[in-house]
């Protein structure tokens, strides 16, 4: 609950967190429906983040378009797919990285519009492949995000990401307040 003056009680919940570990264990099943989408590798493809207004984080992150959707665009489908890695991946856990790099772009939604908004994460649940630390915390890896269902200033979005070899790393949910 907000006091008046609009802050967080300390005896209220902001965020919870459920977290499942398990380990690599023998198996009889093993399958992967989860095909990388074709599109040019990271080096064919121009910057997507130009040097205008944009949020600090960002500038800890290299993207690259692969002639998907461009945010602010105006574009009639709520999908982006495009390459992120950080700039500087030192000293980082590469299951961090990868956490980190599924929460990095704005919410597919916002390609649909002709400028930035704000926007709201209010629930994000991830599932980790078998290899989420696969080639280490500074590679690129492609991002696809797609909104589901956008109404009412809300939105569900599915968001996957992949190695560069086509590896899926993770898999992700999450519903998005629009304020548009």
Same mark, same amino acid.
């Given at each position: 609950m907000l006091s008046p003056a609009g802050e967080l009680a300390t005896s209220d919940v902001a965020?919870?967190?459920l977290l499942c570990f398990g380990a690599a264990r023998p198996s009889a099943l093993s399958?992967?429906?989860?095909p990388?989408?074709?599109v040019p590798p990271p080096h064919a493809c121009p910057a997507l983040l130009g040097s205008g207004e944009r949020p600090v984080f960002l500038q800890h992150f290299d993207a690259r378009a692969t002639g998907q959707a461009r945010f602010g665009a105006g574009h009639p489908e709520p999908a982006?797919? *495009?390459w992120f890695r950080h700039r500087d991946a030192a000293g980082i856990d590469p299951v961090v990285a990868l956490i980190a790099l599924g929460d990095v772009s704005p919410p597919a939604p916002l390609v649909m519009l002709n400028h930035m908004v704000p926007v709201s994460t209010m629930t994000w649940a991830l599932e980790?492949?078998?290899e989420p630390g696969q080639g280490g *915390?500074?590679?690129?890896r492609l991002l696809e995000l797609v909104g589901e269902v956008i109404a009412d200033g809300y939105a569900a979005e599915r968001i996957t990401i992949w190695a560069e070899d086509g590896t899926p790393l993770m898999t992700a949910r999450q519903s998005v307040a629009i304020f548009a």
């Open positions: 965020t919870r967190a399958h992967r429906a989860l990388m989408p074709a982006i797919t *495009a980790l492949g078998p *915390a500074g590679g690129w």
